[in-house]
């Protein structure tokens, strides 16, 4: 056999060297997976012990779960849940629908005109702390026999998501090329007609966004309900105090209650992940 025709002589591949760095990611990782899911999982786990078993540490994960708890949360002699749970959707969602209906037309003239002085004073209602202002509206709203109805609510849950709203959508418009509008009015649309025609329909990412957003904030809201919501008006994060007693606290009807009121964003967040992320990565740039 000629030397053309042998096999030619393999060398072994090099092994790559060793990278710290690699490893201090993974780390990082699984410490920050641990961190937030850790007190997820617990929760969860709890919902499904009794409270003799919350307290044994030999019974953190092998252990004979009950449906108790779940029984006591909606039992109706401890409270409607399902009321709760409905006053929680209606509020946060007059609020976000609220917002938008005001909010995008805002956000849409503050981008075009150059507004930052408008803008700006938005942005002071956001940096504003809401309990500074929950006294001087509990003054108001009792001036005006509201208390302990939705229409408060709803109100002091707009301080929060109209302005989340607004800068989102600033930040979609102002990346939208105006080209495209004015070609629009060429073609005969009005100023109007091109706002709802063409850079409505295009910042579609940026309102799925800011609703999924507001929605989350408004639903996790618990100061504001604590303080102006009433006995027919009350949320799923004030409800979750009917556990907590002067001298003791119900952990597992406590756990459980809390799996009721994160699960709807839990899920909410899961399946809508994708456009949270196209939301925010879209109007992070202009192009």
Known sequence: MSAATRDPV???????PFKWGSLG?????????????????????ASFKLNVQIYDASK???FKPTLTNYSTVFDPRRGNYLTYIWNS???AFMATGLSLVLAVPGAYSMSRFMMRRS????LM????????????WYFIFARLQMTGGFGPLILSHMFVSLPLI?????????QLPEELEEAGQVDGLTAIGAFFRVALPLSVPGIATATILSFIFSWNNFMFALVLSGASTKTLPVAIFDFIGYASIDWGALMAASVVVTTPIMLIALFTQRYIVT????????G
């Open 10 to 16: 393999t060398t072994p591949p090099r092994r790559r």
């Open 25 to 45: 990611r993974a780390v990082g990782l699984i410490l920050i997976i641990l961190i937030f899911l850790g007190p997820i999982v617990w929760m969860i786990l």
């Open 60 to 62: 953190s994960f092998i």
């Open 89 to 91: 959707f209606y509020i």
């Open 119 to 122: 803008a700006l004073t938005v």
């Open 125 to 136: 209602a956001r940096i504003i702390p809401g309990i500074s202002l929950l006294v001087p």
């Open 166 to 174: 607004l800068y989102i959508m600033m930040s979609f418009f102002e």
């Open 279 to 286: 939301g925010l990565t879209a109007g992070a740039t202009k």
